[in-house]
């Protein structure tokens, strides 16, 4: 179920970003011409976003392999009732 909406959330934002990149043409990286579009991102900002993605998700996996670990732990040093 963490899997299917992980993989939907990641295909919406390639969805948007794809949309939203269409017809912007190139960066122009002198700022003082006119040919700047406006409110466009910096290939650095893109970089900063990209990396933050990744932190996040690497984040996530390992939050989900530690709570895995923890739950098989209990789950071993469960006690059975004795009768």
């Given at each position: ?70 739950y ?12």
């Amino acid at each position: 179920m963490g899997l299917l909406l992980l993989s939907a959330l990641l295909g919406f934002i390639a969805v948007v970003t794809e949309v939203s990149g269409q017809g912007a043409g190139g960066y122009d990286f002198n700022a003082q011409s006119e040919g700047q579009l406006i409110g466009q991102l910096s290939p650095l900002q893109v970089a900063g976003i990209s990396m933050v993605v990744v932190a996040c998700l690497g984040a996530t996996v390992v939050s989900m392999f530690f709570c895995y670990y923890v739950y098989k732990k209990n789950k071993e040093n469960l006690a059975l009732p004795r009768y």
